[in-house]
């Protein structure tokens, strides 16, 4: 199991390393890092970030995400090249459009006709369809399969979606076990709870009955299978990363080199 990074404030931060793959290899640690947003850092905290000497920090944040709840809290200097790769499509962006409504207090917000976990599982598939998030991912993965890429750190906001879909790719073309890799996007249930619990509190104070938000808060196995199915549909992960994310053989070669011992 991949291990968390302890971090008080971030504490769906782990090292992606340890996992084994079908050919009888394992990711090696302390090189690829999935996180939630560093925003909220302690000194404490800061410091192990330091200590990572991470080459490279991926922001999958929107500019108006990192303008709601803050930048990021990082080491001076901070580690290596920081770059932002918004992944986020208003018209998915439910978190905003609820956030809006609570704030404007305007009493429980209208909820997508097959409630908030219909409108996660459409998010995940348009992971997979739609070319916005394929360009973020592939540009992710180049960074990874680059000679002075690593170590790297992604995150987004909850580090539960889009960190979610980003480390199943790796971790798919890598030649981990698809169940592992499911039970790896299923920790962060475990490690956000705390935070889980304190949000649904806050919004217990707005709405009557807070249950129907609940699943955007929650990393369900079917949100991670509808985006699977998808790229089943079209072939493959092989054939995904190749034709829907413009991979070259010799670009997965070098992120399997750099990160399977």
Do not use: Q
Request: with cysteine; net charge negative; glycine share 10%.
């Amino acid at each position: 199991m991949a291990g968390s990074l302890g971090l008080i404030n971030a504490a769906n931060a782990r090292d992606l390393g340890g996992y084994p793959t079908a050919d009888g290899r394992r990711v090696r640690r302390g090189l690829l890092y999935r996180a939630s947003a560093l925003h909220r850092l302690t000194e404490a905290d800061v410091e192990a970030v330091r200590g990572l000497r991470l080459a490279c920090l991926i922001d999958l944040r929107h500019p108006a995400e990192v303008e709601l709840i803050g930048a990021n809290r990082l080491p001076t200097p901070p580690p290596g090249r920081v770059l932002a790769l918004p992944l986020l499509d208003p018209e998915h962006d439910i978190f905003g459009r609820i956030a809006s409504a609570l704030a404007r207090g305007s009493g429980a917000p209208a909820l997508p006709p097959g409630g908030t976990a219909g409108a996660m599982v459409d998010l995940y598939r348009w992971f997979v369809t739609a070319g916005l998030p394929r360009e973020v991912c592939a540009a992710a993965l180049r960074l990874i399969a680059s000679p002075d890429g690593l170590p790297l750190m992604f995150h987004c906001t909850a580090g539960k979606d889009r960190t979610g879909w980003l480390a199943a790719l790796v971790l798919s073309v890598l030649g981990v076990d698809r169940e592992l890799i499911v039970d790896d996007y299923l920790r962060t249930n475990e490690l956000n709870a705390e935070a889980t619990a304190f949000l649904l509190s806050r919004y217990a104070d707005k709405v009557a009955d807070p249950g129907p938000i609940a699943p955007l808060f929650e990393a369900r196995r079917e949100y991670l299978e509808a985006a699977f199915a998808e790229v089943d549909r079209l072939g493959g992960m092989d054939a995904f990363v190749r034709d829907g994310l413009g991979l070259s053989e010799a670009e997965l070669a070098d992120l399997r080199t750099n990160l399977l011992d």
